[in-house]
């Protein structure tokens, strides 16, 4: 199946840092998603982005479907960003499940 | 609020029972899918039905089953539990299937405590 690799792994930040995640994939998508999971475990959708570029706020995401990642930029930090950030990719060849990667623990610091 | 609804929120049992989770998927959406998160790992997907069929399995192991009914909600079954099935599971929603599914959606998750 596809594989999902997401770096780094872990990111400490202060307040106010600008931070890029970056997820790679194996295979062609049609659907890739990013998620922050908050510390009380809920999944808040933050973009769904097979290619092209979206900005929502101090987020955005940019895919590059023929290379094959996406990358989700955060700017001016908060401490209520802390959490993990999974990216999930949808196979174009036939698999019908989400794959998430292994996600990166974000930690803003006051 | 994503729209997708999942009960019970929590849940504490014992080794050897059996529970039901609930999801109801958001509004228009037929496909629901159920994945698995245990502690401080990742999201395992387990099954997912489109308008009340089987779709497609993952990793789901035959203690627990799953079914979407013709109103569109759906329910995991869980039995003969054993403490490493503790995790939280989450459902998600979709409006079609497979290449097209378009966005998925998920519960807040109903988080398992097997003791």
């Known amino acids: 199946g596809i594989q999902v690799e997401q770096s780094p792994p872990d990111l400490i930040l202060q307040e106010g840092a600008n931070s890029t995640l970056r997820c790679n994939f194996s295979?062609?998508?049609?659907?890739l998603q990013w998620f922050h999971q908050n510390p009380w475990g809920q999944l808040i959708n933050l973009f769904y982005?097979?290619?092209g570029t979206k900005q929502n706020g101090r987020l955005s995401a940019t895919t590059v479907a023929t290379e094959r990642y996406s990358l989700l930029y955060i700017s001016s930090s908060q401490t209520t960003d802390s959490g993990v950030y999974f990216c999930?990719?949808?196979?174009?060849?036939?698999?019908?499940?989400?794959?998430f990667g292994t996600g990166t623990r974000l930690t803003i610091i006051p | 609020d994503s729209g997708v609804t999942q009960t019970p929120k929590h849940l504490i049992t014992a080794t050897g029972q059996r529970v039901t989770l609930r999801c109801s998927p958001r509004?228009?959406?037929?496909?629901v899918y159920w994945y698995q998160q245990s502690l401080d790992q990742g999201l395992q997907f387990l099954i997912q039905?489109?308008?009340?069929?089987?779709?497609a399995k993952g990793n789901i192991l035959e203690r627990f089953s799953a079914q979407q009914f013709p109103d569109l909600h759906s329910e995991l079954n869980l039995s003969s539990l054993e403490l490493g099935d503790s995790a939280l599971y989450f459902c998600?929603?979709?409006?079609?299937?497979?290449?097209?599914?378009?966005?998925?959606?998920f519960g807040e998750g109903s988080r398992l405590t097997v003791l």
């Open positions: 998600a929603s979709s409006k079609t299937s497979g290449g097209v599914s378009g966005e998925l959606f």
């Open positions: 295979d062609s998508v049609n659907n």
């Open positions: 982005i097979p290619s």
């Open positions: 999930a990719v949808l196979s174009n060849f036939g698999n019908e499940k989400l794959t």
């Open positions: 509004s228009g959406d037929l496909s």
């Open positions: 039905y489109y308008n009340g069929e089987e779709r």
